[in-house]
């Protein structure tokens, strides 16, 4: 499968964005879809995944309750709500996919990988 994440951009804090990651593919209902990040100088992170189905999310605890992922099965498409965005924030997103069971949180448990996206969050 591959992905193309898009939606980035500069954004001042408190403000909101959206992400998108469309995938190719006639198994993409079959993966687990995960968003990471990675700001200059640090691991990418985990921010977020949801299942095959959209029932079930996980979030990192430094988003939760700002963050919210989503799928449309039908477009080939996941995405990331992101709200009440913060400078800490900042960082090239990645979108993952994986056909495990299972969303996994570590960035070895997906094998394949969008082209990432910048977000930048002014103070």
């Known amino acids: 499968v591959q992905l193309q994440a898009s939606g980035g951009g500069l954004v001042q804090a408190g403000g909101s964005l959206r992400l998108s990651c469309a995938a190719s593919g006639r198994t993409f209902s079959s993966y687990v879809m995960g968003w990471f990040r990675q700001a200059p100088g640090k691991e990418r992170e985990f921010v977020g995944g949801i299942t095959w189905s959209g029932g079930g999310t996980s979030y990192a605890g430094s988003v939760k309750g700002r963050f919210s992922i989503s799928r449309d099965n039908h477009k080939n498409t996941v995405y990331l709500q992101m709200n009440s965005l913060k400078p800490e924030d900042t960082a090239v997103y990645f979108c993952?996919?994986?056909?495990?069971?299972?969303?996994?949180?570590?960035?070895?448990?997906?094998?394949?990988w969008g082209q990432g996206t910048q977000v930048t969050v002014s103070s």
């Open positions: 993952a996919a994986d056909s495990r069971w299972n969303i996994g949180t570590m960035v070895d448990e997906y094998n394949y």
